[in-house]
């Protein structure tokens, strides 16, 4: 068979695939609840656990990201920590701690909601690890929420990289979340990402189901 005809095939089963989903009222997309992580820099990292420390991979995640058995303890400004704070890996570039608006609200700290890694006049933390202690004067958010998608997925769901949607859950709460961000890339798996404060006021769980409106 021709790659022209594949191809061609293929387009119509990603738009069959999307007319059913605006037949039946959006497209579904399973939720991942996110708890608070920081990703750090290798130089922080050999701060926080030693000379020349390398991170240990716990769980496998999306896009090449890993839960790492590595913990630390953040501290904000009413001097009080939230402890046993999960490191992602791969190292980053710069470092950041993404938190709940609880977290925030207990750690004293004005944490922007941002896309992750827009980390430019965020709020500061204290980061405390088993062999020191470092401070990132900004660094500190609340992730904005977002779904990570698949070209596939993108183009069935009728969304590209950077839109803006709204999501409805249509449990026995019926939240909407507004201003959920697409977020692209071959690497990605079909998921939501909201934080622990989003999960319980919606009453929603990781693995539940929502759906695109707009």
């Known amino acids: 068979m021709e790659q022209q005809t594949v191809e061609m095939i293929a387009q119509l089963v990603l738009q069959t695939i999307n007319q059913m989903g605006k037949e039946s009222g959006g497209y579904q997309v399973p939720v991942g609840v996110s708890a608070r992580h920081i990703h750090l ?17 716990k769980k496998e995640l999306m896009g090449g990201q890993y839960a790492c058995n590595e913990t630390v303890t953040v501290v904000g400004l009413k001097l009080r920590a939230i402890e046993n704070v999960r490191v992602l890996g791969p190292v980053r570039k710069a470092s ?46 609340i992730a904005m929420r977002h779904i990570h998608m698949s070209p596939a997925d993108a183009a069935a769901a009728g969304v590209r990289d950077g839109d803006i949607v709204s999501v409805k859950a249509d449990n026995e709460r019926g939240t ?32 539940d189901k929502v759906t695109i409106i707009k």
Do not use: W
């Open 96 to 141: 950041q701690l993404e938190i709940s608006a609880t977290d925030a609200m207990k750690l004293g700290v004005a944490a922007p909601i941002r896309e992750s890694g827009n980390v430019a006049g965020s709020a500061p933390v204290a980061v405390v690890g088993p062999k020191g202690v470092i401070y990132l004067q900004e660094g500190c958010i």
């Open 41 to 57: 820099t290798q130089e922080h990292v050999e701060v926080l656990f030693g000379e020349g420390y390398k991170l240990t991979k």
């Open 176 to 207: 909407v979340f507004n201003q959920v961000k697409i977020r692209v890339n071959e690497s990605f798996t079909l998921e939501m990402h909201i934080d622990t404060d989003e999960a319980n006021a919606s009453k929603i769980k990781t693995g």
